[in-house]
């Protein structure tokens, strides 16, 4: 029920007028190898396993992906590289994600996001951040037995330590980079990792055996 409320007040949120004129005029428009799609064209809510044990939180919905399809990380390039790696380190039961109706499940896991619409070049401004923080605070709050989270990329490490100091949590001096790993008594471990976007794939800033390795280590943590 807590879900249900949730996800509606996510998929009927207008909060940010930049970004719902752009994940609608996206929707309307479409790229010409998605022209028989239904764009989703709406904010995207998490998706994965209640019960997760693992939060991963990425940046916004692709324009063409999440935003075209409807799922976080599905039908985008950032999925063709996290979702295969999720496969591989069992967290996933299939390697790929297309669509909302592809037959993807996640045991353990939960993928989430700071943002919730599409944003132009990807680049949300930080009013947009801040309008859609509590969304996520809201869903890290539903998940009774997380133990980990796994932000990918800086703004989403950042947004997450903001969302931290929000809730009067002493969050301690923290850099970002690729592997790190932040543990506390009484909070989840933080792990940060490069985001798999296409920029940081195709110049091999991020590779499948840096993002293998970043899941082993979160298994070591879990087990
Ligand atoms: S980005 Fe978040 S706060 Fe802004 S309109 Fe979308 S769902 Fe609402």
Same mark, same amino acid.
């Given at each position: ?71 976080? #990380? ?54 947009? &951040?801040?309008?859609?923080?509590? #969304? ?20 989403? #490490? ?26 506390? &008594? ?28 970043? #899941? ?8």
């Amino acid at each position: 029920m807590k879900w249900d409320n949730l996800y509606k007040e996510i998929l009927t949120c207008r909060r940010c007028p930049r970004l719902v004129a752009w994940r609608e005029h996206v929707a309307r428009e479409k790229r010409r190898a998605y022209m028989d799609w239904d764009y989703w064209g709406k904010p995207l809510h998490g998706f994965g396993d209640p019960q997760a044990r693992l939060c991963i939180i990425g940046l916004a919905p692709a324009a063409h992906g999440a935003n075209r399809t409807g799922r976080m #990380f599905s039908g985008d390039s950032s999925g063709r590289t996290l979702i295969p790696a999720l496969h591989r380190a069992g967290y996933a039961n299939q390697p790929n994600s297309d669509h909302r109706n592809d037959g993807l499940r996640l045991k353990d896991a939960f993928l989430t996001a700071v943002v919730r619409c599409a944003p132009p070049k990807n680049r949300p401004n930080g009013e947009e &951040q801040a309008n859609c923080l509590p #969304f996520l605070a809201r869903e890290l709050q539903l998940l009774p037995s997380l133990r980990v989270v796994l932000a990918l990329g800086k703004i989403a #490490f950042d947004g997450y330590r903001r969302l931290l100091r929000q809730r009067h949590v002493d969050v301690p001096d923290m850099a970002f980079s690729h592997g790190a790993c932040y543990t506390s &008594q009484s909070l989840p471990a933080l792990v940060a990792s490069y985001h798999p976007s296409r920029q940081n794939t195709n110049t091999g800033r991020l590779t499948d055996a840096m993002l293998d390795e970043v #899941f082993e280590r979160i298994g070591r943590m879990l087990t």
